[in-house]
Structures are given as structure tokens and as C-alpha cells.
């Protein structure tokens, strides 16, 4: 009977076993640990006094020249700094800032030291000692800074944060210059081990707060995280409310504005969105250029955005209460005029703003996922064709492709994409109110909105502050941006 084979069968070897002072055992158990990368390099190194290295990394992640030029020449034309000993000497090396870079730490445990070559050290072994040392050379290619993509703003900074996450704390420190500014580091993923800060300023950011949000994050339990929507996810209080309780932005001066304020920011490794906690509805109407122009255009384009936003969710409800079960209510010219137009549909009103919706909102979908050069033609012109065929079929009348393109592009006018997303799903429910009670329908829908606002606390914040509860120093900055006076 022939022997079966071992071929292929990965042996098991556990990553948290503690370095041996036998360099040939060392490496065996990094090549299993490290089995099937090819992106794990390891180079072996013999000393001029003869002593026998290992040198770790992963390729593309580390700066070769500076290996190269302040590490590893030295040691080769050199050999381990005089004064130290021959083999036990380089476990000193770290101690003794004997190695040419800014960060270096000893550790004991393969499990240790595989995390941080994956993360872009550079690993020495020496064969007689049962130890690490590990250098931060770490050099990979990242995106450039630049603006913002979904926060325009007329004013104001054109930075907008990148994927690395040192990057992102640094523009953040350029504008907040205080030792007050504290970044916790937090390390999430059991196969990801993502890097997350938490960022506020001590003294104003109360501690209740601060224990909440680091208690919540601390306790994730998670195999990856690849964006910051997953620690969203995890550490808000209503999963299922359609609206957003903490903001995203990709803008420095926003979580600057938002920390100033005695809020709290999340900072991701990998992504360039950063959740500034908690997030009030008023917050998901203000623009970031709302405090850099003049308070007079600001207070005006600040009501625009409330009537427009209310107008987006509303007026298609409105539009089949009125037609379908209040005619009475409406000017008679234009009762007829639109009864006249509706003579050849073959659909009941409330049909025709569902088709309509469901094509617009799937237009809109596909404007965002096509290539940027042909998405924004396909939508808008998409919209125009299907609508007039429609309308000169005689699927739809006309006035239907008004009032839902008159909807579908107030919600334009909110400042924060994501809070546009709760105003549409909504619109789909207060259609089939109005469709079945009129504009009972619809004042129970807003109704049921209102209480669920109402009762949205997220963190402790109450989700319309300061409107409910009412807190007087603040009422004012909702509807009015104050002008800033110079104290005489």
C-alpha cells in the first residue's frame, strides 16, 4: 500500500511561540509562518567578524535604500559597533539607538514580530540570540493630497484626507496646534489589525463622551476592517434608523470645526473618510463653507437648503393627496389642466410617481457608477429621453415628470450626500400614505418621522438638538449663521 504524501499539507506552527537563539530554527519556523508569500524576503548576511544574520521584509513595503545605505552597509564594511560584544550585541543595537532609524523595538515572539514586518519593518535576526530587532523603514505608494471630490466648497481648503492615516493626523495637527489634541491609537481585525485613532481635544470634548466612544471601539470584536463604515456601524446606537448618526467627511477643516465643538473624530487606516461623533439633523444641512462666507448669504442659502429639503420629500406626496383624493383644493385652471393631461394615462397617479421614482433613483445610480466621463450624460440625458418618450407614449403624463424631477433635484441642494439618502427612502412610504389616505396620509407620515427624530440619541446627543430639547444659545446657529464682531 503506498505511503500517502505530505505534499502540500502546511504544517502547523503556532505564531506565538518565543524566538530560540538557534538562527537555522528561526528561520524554519518564519519560512512556515511566512509560507506561500512570495512577497516575504529574506536575506541572509554574514558579518566581516563572521557573525550570521537574517534579514525580514516584505517587498514594496519598505524604503530599500535607506536599508541598504544607513543599516545594512554599515554592518557589512563595519560589523557590529566595537565595545558591545561579538553575537549578544545586537540585541542592543535597539537599546543603544545604534540603528539608523527613527523607530526601532526588540521583540520575543514570532506573532509579534510577523505583524510588524507585515506592516513595513524590516526584521534582523542573529544566530545566538533569542530576539528580534525590528526597524520602521517603512516606504509604500500612496495617493497625493488633493480636493475634496464630495465636499465642494466654494471657500476654504482644497486638502482632502488620503488613504494613510499619518497623513490624515498631520493635516489635522496643522490646524489645531495644541498639546490639548490627543490621538488614542486602537489596532481592530483579527486579520486586518487596522489602525484606528481616536482624536478630540482635552477640555472640551466632555469625558463622558470620550469613555462612551473609546469603550465602544475598544470592544469591537471584528475578522477585517476595510473602511471607516464599519466601525460606523458598530459603535452607533440605531442600526435601522435611515439616518445617518455620525458624519463623514473627507474634509480637515470639518473634523477641525467638529472637534472645536467638543466632538469626537474616528480615524481609519485605509480610507480617506473620517467620522466626526456625535451628529445632530441640522448638521447634515450645513455646508463647510457655511462659516467662511459672509452670515447674510449664509442665513439665506441656509433656509433654501430647510425649504428645499422639505420640499424633496414632500411635494410628490402632496402632489397625489391633492389630484387623487383634494382636488377642491387646488386652483380649478390648474386642476383641469392637469386632469386634461392625465386623460390618456393608462396608470392611477400614485403608479405613475412609483415608475417614475424607481427610474430616476435607478438613473441616478447609474450616473455614479459609470465611468466619470459618460456618468453625469447618461443621467441627466437619460432622465430627459425616457421622460418625453413616456409623456408621448402615453405611459406617464407630463406633469408627473415635473413633480419628480422637481423632487429629485431639490435634494441636490443638501450639502452632505449621505444625508440626501434618509430623504429618499422616505419619499417611497409618505407615496404609499398619501396614495392610500391623502394628506391624512401624509401628516401621519411625518408624524411617525418626527417621533422617530425625536427619539434618536445617539451617543446622548438628542438628534434635534437644539430645537427638542430647546436650549436657547444655540437655537439662534441653526437658523442664522451670527455675524463675528470685533470685541471694541
Known amino acids: 500500500m503506498p505511503k500517502p504524501s505530505n505534499e502540500g499539507v502546511t504544517s502547523q506552527v503556532n505564531p506565538a511561540?518565543?524566538?530560540?537563539?538557534?538562527?537555522?530554527?528561526?528561520?524554519?519556523?518564519?519560512?512556515?509562518?511566512?509560507?506561500?508569500?512570495?512577497?516575504?524576503?529574506?536575506?541572509?548576511?554574514?558579518?566581516?567578524?563572521?557573525?550570521?544574520?537574517?534579514?525580514?521584509?516584505?517587498?514594496g513595503m519598505i524604503d530599500k535604500d535607506l536599508v541598504q545605505n544607513t543599516i545594512l552597509k554599515p554592518l557589512l564594511y563595519e560589523g557590529v559597533p566595537q565595545g558591545l560584544g561579538v553575537l549578544?550585541?545586537?540585541?542592543?543595537?535597539?537599546?543603544?539607538?545604534?540603528?539608523?532609524?527613527?523607530?526601532?523595538?526588540?521583540?520575543?515572539?514570532?506573532?509579534?514580530?510577523?505583524?510588524?514586518?507585515l506592516k513595513g519593518n524590516v526584521a534582523f535576526l542573529a544566530d545566538g540570540e533569542a530576539s528580534v530587532l525590528l526597524a520602521d523603514v517603512s516606504q509604500y505608494e500612496t495617493r497625493s493630497i488633493e480636493e475634496p471630490s464630495t465636499e465642494a466648497a466654494l471657500r476654504g481648503t482644497r486638502e482632502s484626507f488620503t488613504e494613510l492615516l499619518r497623513t490624515n493626523t498631520t493635516l489635522l495637527r496643522r490646524i489645531i496646534v495644541t498639546t490639548d489634541l490627543?490621538?488614542?491609537p486602537f489596532e481592530i481585525g483579527k486579520f486586518t489589525k487596522t489602525e484606528v485613532v481616536l482624536a478630540y481635544i482635552k477640555g472640551i470634548a466632555t469625558p463622558?463622551?470620550?469613555?462612551?466612544?473609546r469603550t465602544r471601539i475598544a470592544g469591537i470584536d471584528i475578522q477585517s476592517v476595510l473602511e471607516s463604515g464599519y466601525i460606523e456601524e458598530y459603535i452607533e446606537d440605531s442600526s435601522y434608523s435611515?439616518?445617518?448618526?455620525?458624519?463623514?467627511?473627507?474634509?480637515?477643516?470639518?473634523?477641525?470645526?467638529?472637534?472645536?465643538?467638543?466632538?469626537?473624530?474616528?480615524f481609519v487606516n485605509g480610507t480617506p473618510?473620517?467620522?466626526?461623533?456625535?451628529?445632530?439633523f441640522w448638521d447634515g444641512l450645513q455646508a463647510p463653507d457655511d462659516y467662511y462666507e459672509r452670515f447674510l448669504y449664509v442665513t439665506m442659502n441656509r433656509w433654501i437648503r430647510y425649504l428645499f429639503a422639505l420640499f424633496s420629500i414632500l411635494f410628490p406626496s402632496v402632489y397625489i393627496a391633492l389630484t387623487t383624493y383634494h382636488p377642491e383644493m387646488m386652483p380649478p385652471k390648474l386642476m383641469m389642466s392637469?386632469?386634461?393631461?392625465?386623460?390618456?394615462?393608462?396608470?392611477?397617479?400614485v403608479i405613475e410617481v412609483f415608475l417614475m421614482e424607481f427610474m430616476f433613483e435607478g438613473l441616478r445610480e447609474a450616473g455614479i457608477r459609470l465611468p466619470q466621463q459618460i456618468g453625469p450624460l447618461v443621467s441627466i440625458v437619460g432622465a430627459l429621453v425616457i421622460g418625453q418618450a413616456a409623456v408621448q407614449a402615453g405611459i406617464i403624463s407630463a406633469p408627473i415628470v415635473i413633480v419628480v424631477s422637481a423632487a429629485g433635484i431639490s435634494s441636490f441642494v443638501i450639502p452632505r450626500y449621505r444625508f440626501g439618502y434618509p430623504l429618499r427612502m422616505l419619499r417611497f412610504p409618505l407615496l404609499v400614505l398619501s396614495g392610500l389616505f391623502g394628506l391624512f396620509g401624509v401628516a401621519l407620515g411625518l408624524i411617525m418621522i418626527l417621533t422617530h427624530l425625536i427619539q434618536l440619541n445617539p451617543l446622548g446627543t438628542p438628534y434635534l438638538e437644539p430645537i427638542a430639547p430647546t436650549?436657547?444659545?444655540?437655537?439662534?446657529?441653526?437658523?442664522?449663521?451670527?455675524?463675528r464682531r470685533r470685541t471694541s
Not at 543595537?93 to 526588540?106: D, F, G, N, P, R
Not at 392637469?338 to 397617479?349: A, V
Request: hydrophobic share 45%; net charge negative.
Open 88 to 117: 549578544s550585541s545586537l540585541a542592543q543595537m535597539c537599546e543603544m539607538e545604534l540603528v539608523a532609524a527613527l523607530q526601532t523595538q526588540k521583540v520575543s515572539t514570532f506573532e509579534e514580530a510577523a505583524d510588524l514586518i
Open 338 to 349: 392637469i386632469t386634461g393631461l392625465r386623460e390618456q394615462s393608462p396608470f392611477p397617479t
Open 242 to 266: 435611515p439616518f445617518p448618526q455620525m458624519q463623514s467627511t473627507e474634509r480637515a477643516d470639518v473634523v477641525a470645526a467638529g472637534l472645536l465643538e467638543g466632538r469626537i473624530a474616528v
Open 182 to 184: 490627543k490621538m488614542e
Open 17 to 59: 511561540r518565543t524566538v530560540s537563539s538557534s538562527l537555522k530554527d528561526n528561520e524554519q519556523t518564519l519560512i512556515s509562518i511566512f509560507e506561500h508569500c512570495s512577497d516575504i524576503v529574506f536575506r541572509r548576511v554574514t558579518l566581516r567578524d563572521d557573525a550570521k544574520l537574517l534579514l525580514l521584509y516584505v517587498d
Open 471 to 483: 436650549k436657547q444659545n444655540k437655537l439662534k446657529n441653526v437658523f442664522l449663521r451670527r455675524p
Open 208 to 213: 463622558d463622551l470620550i469613555n462612551e466612544v
Open 273 to 280: 473618510i473620517v467620522l466626526v461623533v456625535p451628529m445632530t
